[in-house]
């Protein structure tokens, strides 16, 4: 019986232990936001990739950059999640990467399927890291 009441008490303290932490280590780690990179997708005039074209070349012309810009482990996270938003065989990529570098070496993979003078570089250089 005292070995029972023992077991219940130290239960209910490490519960409460639990749950009196949890909510304090929630407010010293705010969710990630990216509002302010996003800002630049607000002005209706922007392309974003939900404003690409849908016809089959444009389509397969971004998968195929995508999928060298995936494929490219060079590249950071920042790079690999660059906006790429094919138009009418034209490319603009948009989004922050690490460095120059970083930024020609994604400019290079969209030029090898859009071409010369196809490619319209929107991307930021962040410049808080090198890129890998």
Avoid: W
Wanted: proline share 4%; charged share 30%.
């Amino acid at each position: 019986m005292i070995r029972k009441y023992f077991t219940s008490t130290c239960c209910g303290l490490l519960m409460a232990t639990i749950f009196a932490v949890v909510p304090v280590q929630a407010q010293n780690n705010p969710a990630p936001d990216n509002t302010r990179v996003n800002k630049q997708d607000r002005d209706q005039s922007q392309p974003t990739a939900d404003q690409g074209k849908n016809n089959l070349s444009d389509r397969e012309m971004a998968s195929h950059i995508r999928r060298d810009v995936v494929k490219d482990k060079s590249l950071s996270t920042y790079g690999h999640n660059v906006k790429i938003v094919a138009d009418h065989g034209k490319v603009t990529l948009k989004g922050p990467v690490h460095s120059e570098d970083e930024k020609r070496t994604i400019e290079d993979h969209a030029r090898k399927y859009a071409g010369d003078g196809n490619v319209n570089d929107e991307m930021t250089v962040k410049g808080d890291k090198s890129s890998r």
